[in-house]
């Protein structure tokens, strides 16, 4: 992840947040030709550490009270921030293997739970929820995977142990649709039996459940879900 730090964001954005996750810091500015080689190379290390190492951009000329609070003497200069300290750093535009080697002192090690969970497969997955019985991750994918299947009640026993988030919410639906015999609905059925339901779903309860499911199977980006949400909100008040 990156994100551009002025002098009023510093402190909450890499002193603060280095007490999460190790923060790297890139002193930079329009003019300096190293720092348009080094940037590109620190944003794509830091990217594959996948949330783990925060990348945090200050350009110097804007933020001078940031570039003073590490005594920078010349740029690119990068500083790897954990607990509110400084840890490692250097200036110059180093190759991308030694930021590798960099970054990589950083990223906290791969789990047992880490490994399991790529591997994907339904031993693994069971064996890190064994091991983390509340790794979300781990139980959505486990979840997916069975009602994949078609093993609806186990798959939906798992999901009811984790916080709803729009993607279980989604597989929820999908799962309850399943269990009536509509995992199959067409794009056009399924437009249909919404329009449909616009007239119910005030009164009848099942009404409001079965609108909100079917709504969960469009994808993320049809823009019906906007309009079919207002036209919802408007006949419940």
Do not use: H
């Not at 030709?33 to 944003?43: A, D, H, N, R, Y």
């Not at 590798?100 to 090690?109: D, G, H, I, T, Y």
Request: aromatic share 6%; charged share 30%.
């Amino acid at each position: 992840m990156s994100m551009d730090v002025t002098d009023a964001t510093f402190e909450q954005d890499v002193i603060e947040a280095s007490k999460d996750r190790p923060v790297v810091v890139d002193l930079w500015a329009p003019w300096c030709g190293p720092c348009k080689t080094l940037s590109p190379i620190i944003e794509k290390v830091i990217a594959e550490t996948e949330g783990k190492v925060e990348l945090a951009k200050i350009n110097v000329d804007d933020n001078p009270a940031s570039a003073q609070a590490f005594k920078v003497q010349g740029i690119p200069a990068v500083f790897a921030i954990k607990d509110g300290k400084i840890v490692d750093s250097f200036v110059g535009a180093y190759p991308e293997s030694s930021v590798r080697e960099f970054v990589a002192k950083l990223a906290p090690a791969k789990t047992v739970v880490d490994v399991l969970i790529e591997e994907g497969n339904e031993p693994a997955l069971r064996q890190a929820l064994e091991l983390e019985p509340a790794n979300e991750v781990a139980g959505y994918l486990l979840a997916k995977l069975l009602a994949d299947r078609g093993e609806l009640d186990e798959a939906e026993g798992i999901l009811a142990r984790f916080p709803e988030t729009a993607e279980v919410a989604k597989l929820k639906a999908r799962i309850r649709l399943a269990k009536e015999g509509d995992a199959g609905l067409g794009d056009d059925e399924i437009t249909r039996e919404l329009d449909e339901l616009l007239e119910s779903v005030k009164a009848d309860e099942a009404a409001r459940q079965r609108f909100l499911d079917l709504l969960n199977l469009l994808p993320d980006d049809d823009p019906r879900i906007n309009q079919y949400r207002r036209s919802f909100t408007s006949r419940l008040f």
